[in-house]
């Protein structure tokens, strides 16, 4: 399976946003109640969720960014532009921070947000044309 790996604070606050978004954490439990390692099941794309001593170790000390940068954006497509809006506020209610709030814009419909870590996820949909 492929796999995108994401630093993370905490384990527990990491697995309950995730999972309140309705993503499968596949895996046997650890002592803390969370699967390990934790993998979350993106449409069959593997997003590990490391924390961030661990992170750090893989890198060989190397930095990583701040939850204020973000060096990628991770993608979820939608089929509906009411699925982007009902994404955003799932998002949100779950712990979440709006970067950009549902809109038009020239490649669909979007929503971009960060999880509890600061990891940016856009969640796009087509169907509403963009305005000349």
Do not use: Q
Request: aromatic share 8%.
């Amino acid at each position: 399976m492929k796999s995108i790996a994401l630093p993370i604070a905490d384990r527990e606050r990491s697995y309950r946003f995730y999972r309140a978004l309705g993503m499968d954490t596949p895996g046997a439990e650890a002592e803390d109640g969370v699967p390990e390692p934790l993998v979350v099941d993106v449409n069959g794309f593997a997003v590990t969720l490391v924390p961030t001593d661990g992170f750090r170790y893989v890198l060989n000390g190397r930095p990583i960014s701040p939850p204020s940068a973000s060096e990628c954006i991770l993608t979820i497509e939608l089929t509906e532009p009411s699925d982007v809006d009902s994404w955003h506020r799932t998002v949100l209610a779950a712990g979440g921070t709006s970067i950009s709030a549902p809109a038009v814009r020239p490649w669909g419909y979007t929503a971009v947000v960060t999880d509890p870590d600061g990891h940016a996820w856009e969640a796009t949909a087509p169907g509403i044309e963009h305005p000349v």
